[in-house]
């Protein structure tokens, strides 16, 4: 009885091993250093990215000099949270008042909030989600009245 247990715990195993083999790869993965020349080609793709993000910051300049006490006088925190309503119309106001260099680059739109962020100590997409809140998802900026 023992000898049959052992048995079919022994074939048992060697099926399993067998099975479980073929999924598993032993190979190393191939990094992209084991190309030869790819060293090369990654450090000139950092420094094109680098040129390219060089060239979207000149293009969004204007974004640094942006008066955003516009929003950040309106836009503060109360006992419980932001006021939405507030909030919300600064920014717009803000957004607004440079649309039409806003437009061309969506870059600039995210190096504004960004600056916002920094000079408002604002908590990361709290504005975009007060103003979803405010006036629900749209698409685009509706600057009627502004």
Do not use: W
């Not at 929003?71 to 909030?87: D, F, G, I, K």
């Amino acid at each position: 009885m023992g000898f049959r247990i052992c048995s079919v715990l022994l074939v048992f195993f060697f099926l399993l091993g067998i099975a479980t083999s073929s999924l598993l790869h032993y190979d190393t993965p191939e990094t992209p250093a084991e190309k030869g020349r790819s060293l090369l080609q990654t450090k000139s793709n950092k420094e094109e990215e680098k040129r390219k993000k060089e060239e979207e910051e000149k293009k969004c300049a204007f974004v640094n000099n942006m008066n955003y006490t516009i929003v950040t006088s309106q836009c503060t925190r109360q006992p419980l949270s932001y006021p939405v309503a507030t909030c919300c119309k600064s920014l717009k106001r803000l957004m607004c008042k440079y649309r039409d260099q806003l437009n061309p680059n969506p870059k600039c739109a995210f190096f504004m909030f960004e600056n916002l962020h920094n000079k408002g100590k604002y908590p990361p997409t709290i504005l975009k989600y007060l103003c979803e809140q405010f006036e629900g998802k749209k698409k685009d900026l509706d600057c009627f009245g502004y």
